[in-house]
């Protein structure tokens, strides 16, 4: 009986997934999105942030109207921790923006409900599932 070998997938980057003839060779670094877009990712330290800046019109909503500018929002976590609230957003497409220049846009922002945004920090943090670290046998 004659058959056809079904290939399914590889292991290539990101929209590689369907076609062997895909972006390139993955690597071990290469994170590989099976449900979306290649994604960049941020790290915003938006300083000390009263709790009443999660609504509509406040701080968080600002910053992610902000990045919505270049890019979409995939997804977005805020964490207060002491007196500092960090913000993690993954965005698509990738290079929309640079940790440099979203930086300036949300410090550009200025003060937003009771909040002064002018001196946030951002950070290109990357993604990083798997650990390299190792263990002694």
Known sequence: ???????????????????????????????????GPKLDFFGLDLGATPANEFD?????????????????????????????????????????WTATSLQAAVRALGTVGSFDLSGAAVTNVGFRLASTQTTAS
């Open 1 to 35: 009986m004659a058959y056809t070998t079904r290939l399914h997938g590889d292991t290539k980057p990101v929209f590689a997934i369907d076609s062997l003839a895909g972006s390139g060779v993955a690597t071990v670094a290469t994170p590989v999105m099976l449900s």
């Open 56 to 96: 509509y019109d406040e701080a968080v909503h600002a910053v992610i109207q902000c990045v919505t500018q270049l890019a979409t929002t995939h997804f977005y976590q805020v964490e207060g921790t002491g007196n500092v609230t960090n913000m993690s957003i993954a965005v698509y497409p990738t290079a929309a």
